[in-house]
């Protein structure tokens, strides 16, 4: 007989491989079992994320928001879906919260450096981004963020920086970024 946390291991499992409508499932039967379960609940919004259904992703991180209350990983993940919707007021809000929560959290300054460069303030996103890797050195995503908001704001040589960095992390050449790419187009 399955349990909810043997469906909720296969669930996971089955959103791992890309096969959200099964997992979906599966979440389903462990929630019938366990109506109020925070983590298959936070399991299975990210599945539905994943699957682009954002409104019952967000639906089922306020469910566990009500049954837990506020943690730093719960409000990265409504910050996420926040973000994947557009709606970077709210993305934003939450990853504040989220640091003032746990200020020494990279994943947080990194997705709220997003949201700035995504709204044009790479001031405000490079420092976002410094933070998350003075906080994380190895933390490739938010170097390569880091390396695109010093171009941004004209900081050739920190970019360089960054970008070989970025590079040492990788093992490979990191991916150029849009002004790199521009640039080598007018040589």
């Known amino acids: 007989m399955d349990?909810?946390?043997?469906?909720?291991?296969r669930a996971i499992n089955l959103s791992d491989a890309g096969r959200y409508d099964e997992a979906l499932v599966a979440y389903d039967a462990a929630l019938a079992l366990e109506p109020d379960n925070p983590s298959i609940l936070f399991n299975r919004a990210e599945t539905l994320r994943r699957a682009g259904d954002l409104e019952r992703a967000q639906a089922d991180l306020e469910a566990v928001l009500a049954i837990e209350g506020e943690s730093p990983d719960l409000l990265l993940?409504?910050?996420?879906?926040?973000?994947?919707?557009?709606?970077?007021?709210?993305?934003?809000?939450?990853y504040e919260r989220a640091l003032i929560l746990k200020a020494a959290y990279p994943e947080a300054w990194n997705d709220l450096g997003v949201v700035k460069f995504r709204r044009g303030d790479y001031a405000a996103a490079?420092?976002?981004?410094?933070?998350?890797?003075?906080?994380?050195e190895d933390y490739a995503e938010a170097w390569f963020n880091l390396r695109d908001s010093y171009e941004e704001l004209g900081?050739?040589?920190?970019?360089?920086?960054a970008a070989s960095r970025l590079r040492t992390l990788s093992g490979e050449a990191a991916p150029a970024s849009d002004t790199e790419k521009r640039q080598r187009s007018h040589r």
């Open 155 to 161: 900081m050739h040589s920190d970019a360089r920086r």
């Open 126 to 136: 490079r420092e976002a981004f410094e933070k998350a890797v003075a906080l994380r």
């Open 3 to 9: 349990t909810p946390t043997t469906l909720n291991a």
């Open 77 to 94: 993940a409504l910050g996420l879906v926040a973000y994947e919707a557009d709606d970077f007021d709210r993305a934003e809000a939450h």
